[in-house]
């Protein structure tokens, strides 16, 4: 799923993830995830182990650091890699 211009504008329709990319060294664990959940759906994350299940809960929660993409909520907007750099508190 692809996020359009209206989901961007109104992070209080669920949660969002758009384009998120994750490696550890040279292994790369998620690459361009996007998904979205609107109020009231229940959902999970399905897959082998390794596949970035928790990478992607991980990135959500905002306890890890994603490379690229975004992911919001409506309660709170995650942080960005771009973000952070820009308040000083990439890694």
Known sequence: MSLDSSHTQTPHLGLFVSGL??????????ADA???????EVVALLGENGAGKSTVSNIIAGS?????????SSWWIMPTPASMAAAGEAG
């Open 21 to 30: 990319c994750k490696s550890y060294g040279p292994v790369q664990v998620l």
């Open 34 to 40: 996007s998904f979205e959940v609107r109020p009231g």
């Open 64 to 72: 890890t650091k994603p490379d690229a993409g975004s992911s919001f």
